[in-house]
């Protein structure tokens, strides 16, 4: 029997998600931490091909998550179709992360890591985090002219998967492969790049 | 330098941190039936702060009404709450590894002021994308990324060619 998302099979009230969203967050954090990403130096190094440490904690992430959500599913443990998947659109999802792939590259952080920054005790992250809420702010106000824009290429709740019309566990298999594939050629690109430099 | 270094508590090996991000990510799903996120939490605070300041203004932004609900606690929200957590699990956390100190994190050949110069506008370049993307690094590649939505996928490697790409042009500031 599903008895999870606990949260929306009403087995934890709304205050509890808050504190435990709290506790999530906390562990979120202090694992970033750990991974060296308060430091916005350390991250950078991915862009230049010298440290693939993002590509590779992001990987082993995903391919956790994926095989455990999945298995929590196949178990009847937790209803996959309760859970919030992002909408998928195309255009306003490949241009935002085209733009904050750049922004990763003079900015130093992403959102979550320039708070660990800042937690860390880095001036720089404080005023990165301010630049991000200039950039709302900014991103509010031209609304009116990128609102048009936002829905192009809709495709809702779209997951890899249906998009290519196979089997869930066949697409989790393939991003295992291309996890073991990628921390390869990282590190072997990371070597050479060293060397060079 | 030598000897602050040995002080300081090692960084996990990538593929732990990651099988560990994994499992709170696992966790965050199970509990609250959707993902982490990074950049949300901010846009919030910057829509409620505004409001503080220019009400009026605040209340004719059209991308702002979704964060004036009815009753006024609009602080309350889940992202908040766990971003309060993301900064207090990297304070405990750089604490306990002997690595918090107040410091500025930048490329060897430039200055604090223009770091922090940067540090703004890759900022802001960042949060305007976050909200053009409906969400960052944590809310659409790492949580999109685990629940295999296709067009956060799509997001990722747009994000990495960004990243790639925007380095060139802004070597001096890093290396």
């Not at chain 2, 929200?77 to 100190?101: H, N, S, Y």
């Amino acid at each position: 029997m599903d008895i999870a998302p606990l949260a929306k099979m009403g087995l934890i009230s709304a205050d509890v998600n808050m504190i435990l969203a709290g506790v999530l967050g906390f562990a979120f954090g202090l694992i970033l931490e750990r991974a060296g990403f308060g430091s916005a130096h350390r991250l950078v190094m991915q862009w230049f091909g010298r440290d693939w440490s993002v590509f590779r904690v992001m990987f082993s992430a995903i391919v956790t998550a994926v095989f455990g959500i999945l298995t929590l599913d196949a178990f009847d443990l937790m209803s996959l179709d309760a859970v919030y998947i992002n909408k998928t659109y195309w255009n306003s999802q490949i241009a935002g992360g085209l733009v904050m792939g750049a922004g990763f590259a003079i900015g130093g952080y992403c959102p979550g890591t320039s708070f660990v920054g800042l937690a860390s005790g880095k001036i720089d992250a404080l005023f990165y985090i301010i630049g991000m809420s200039f950039g709302v702010l900014v991103f509010a106000e031209v609304w009116p002219l990128i609102e048009g824009f936002m829905s192009l290429g809709s495709a809702g709740r779209l997951t890899l998967a249906g998009l290519f019309g196979v089997n869930v566990w066949i697409v989790a298999f393939v991003v295992l492969l291309i996890a073991i594939v990628g921390f390869w050629g990282a590190n072997t690109l990371e070597q050479k790049i060293n060397a060079k430099t | 330098m030598e000897t602050v270094e040995n002080r300081r508590l090692a960084y996990w090996p990538n593929i732990w941190a990651g099988i560990g991000l994994g499992l709170v990510i696992i966790a965050t799903y199970y509990i609250a039936g959707r993902g982490l996120g990074g950049s949300g939490a901010l846009s919030r605070a910057t829509a409620v702060a505004l409001h503080t300041v220019a009400t009026e203004h605040a209340e004719n932004l059209g991308y702002f009404a979704r964060y004036f609900g009815e009753g006024g606690a609009w602080m309350n929200d889940w992202l908040v709450f766990q971003v309060f957590g993301v900064f207090l699990g990297g304070l405990f956390g750089a604490i306990t590894a002997g690595r918090f100190g107040k410091t500025v994190d930048k490329g060897p050949n430039i200055t604090n002021g223009q770091r922090f110069w940067y540090a703004f506008l890759g900022g802001g370049v960042m949060g305007w994308g976050a909200r053009l993307a409906r969400g960052c690094t944590s809310g659409q590649a790492l949580s999109g990324g685990a629940t295999l939505a296709a067009g956060s996928w799509a997001f990722m490697l747009a994000m990495f060619a960004g990243g790639f790409i925007m380095a060139y042009f802004v070597r001096k500031l890093w290396l």
